[in-house]
């Protein structure tokens, strides 16, 4: 199954700055997924990123707050914008990979202050 | 719309103890269904899957039973580890247009003591 090396693994940043989150995967994967897990809360899919269109945000989720690239069949950044303590949570990345399987990142631990 | 349900934890067993951690699902035609387990600090891991009704997932000494006519999910085991700390996600697949999604339950985090 593919690997995903997401980073950073963790930061804490001012409220009002940005922070991009990268994932890099050592195959080429159609989809990408992002998630937020709020603190003691579950897995939450912000958006589905694929190579060469525009991400596909899910409800409550918008661009302008999450914007997300994806350059290649590889690689992935999602930037949480202009934070809030809100936005304090875990953020990982995920690829589909074969049928019905699903590998994540390592997750990025994000606390806002 | 699609759901999952699953026990609210924390659950603290000894170590050698049966684990049932329960898990039942809301969705429109035959999703598939998973356990992830994510351990202190680490990502999420697929431990099991089961594709459609009565299939059984199993690993690692953990199984699931895909059972369509109570819509659940069990995840078991019949000796608990203290390596098994961690918190399970129970999981449904889904199809929406062109994209498959994922829908997680909301964890349950287990503490095995010796």
């Known amino acids: 199954s593919a690997v995903i090396s997401q980073k950073p693994s963790r930061d804490i940043c001012q409220r009002g700055t940005s922070l991009t989150i990268q994932c890099q995967v050592d195959s080429q994967v159609t989809m990408m997924f992002w998630y937020r897990q709020q603190p003691g809360q579950s897995l939450t899919l912000i958006a589905t990123?694929?190579?060469?269109?525009?991400?596909?945000?899910e409800s409550g989720f918008v661009i302008d707050k999450f914007p997300i690239s994806r350059p290649n069949l590889t690689f992935s950044t999602l930037t949480v914008s202009n934070m809030s303590p809100e936005d304090s949570s875990i953020y990982l990345c995920?690829?589909?990979?074969?049928?019905?399987?699903?590998?994540f990142g390592s997750g990025t631990r994000l606390t806002v202050v | 719309g699609n759901s999952v349900t699953q026990m609210e934890g924390p659950v603290t067993l000894s170590e050698e103890a049966f684990l049932t951690i329960n898990c039942t699902y809301t969705a429109t035609g035959y999703p598939s269904l998973f356990w992830y387990v994510q351990y202190p600090g680490e990502g999420l891991q697929l431990l099991l899957k089961?594709?459609?009704?009565?299939d059984k997932g199993s690993n690692k000494g953990f199984e699931a039973t895909y059972r369509k006519e109570t819509t659940s999910f069990h995840l078991e085991k019949g000796s608990v580890q203290v390596s098994d700390s961690a918190v399970y996600f129970c999981a449904l697949n889904y199809i929406t247009g062109t994209a498959s999604k994922l829908t997680f339950g909301t964890g349950t985090r287990l503490q095995v003591t010796l």
């Open positions: 995920s690829v589909a990979t074969g049928t019905y399987g699903y590998t």
């Open positions: 990123a694929n190579q060469g269109s525009e991400a596909t945000y």
């Open positions: 089961a594709t459609k009704a009565d």
